[in-house]
């Protein structure tokens, strides 16, 4: 069965850092382009990191650049988002998608156009 699981979401003070992994089941992740997204209470859900299948490169929207690190491990089948200086308005559920395709400008980044994509997990920021 095909499946991405999304941990290490939590509750955290401003300034804080979260980990978040997306791990995968029933396919091989290094092949696949990985796009992470978050949505925010009463907002649209938002792509704003994707690291390229392989090779590991990486594109990150304004709001997290500089804070937020996307790496993966082929051989844990995991890709990592490390989320450091967290402020509130990083708050919101956030979701790891799977695709064949390079990754495409963050303004691009579309959830439902992914082949895979977890369930998500809860981040909270708060003072």
């Known amino acids: 069965q095909l499946q991405l699981v999304e941990s290490g979401g939590g509750l955290v003070q401003p300034g804080g850092s979260l980990r978040l992994s997306c791990a995968a089941s029933g396919i091989a992740l290094d092949y696949y382009t990985i796009g992470w997204f978050r949505q925010a209470p009463g907002k649209e859900r938002e792509g704003f990191s994707c690291i390229s299948s392989r090779g590991g490169s990486t594109n990150y929207a304004d709001s997290v650049k500089g804070r937020f690190t996307m790496s993966r491990d082929n051989a844990k089948n995991t890709v990592y988002l490390q989320m450091n200086s967290l402020k509130p308005e990083d708050t919101g559920v956030y979701y790891c998608?799977?695709?064949?395709?390079?990754?495409?400008?963050?303004?691009?980044?579309?959830?439902?156009?992914?082949?895979?994509y977890g369930q998500g997990t809860q981040v909270t920021v708060f003072s």
């Open positions: 998608a799977a695709d064949r395709s390079d990754c495409p400008e963050i303004g691009a980044m579309n959830f439902f156009e992914y082949d895979y």
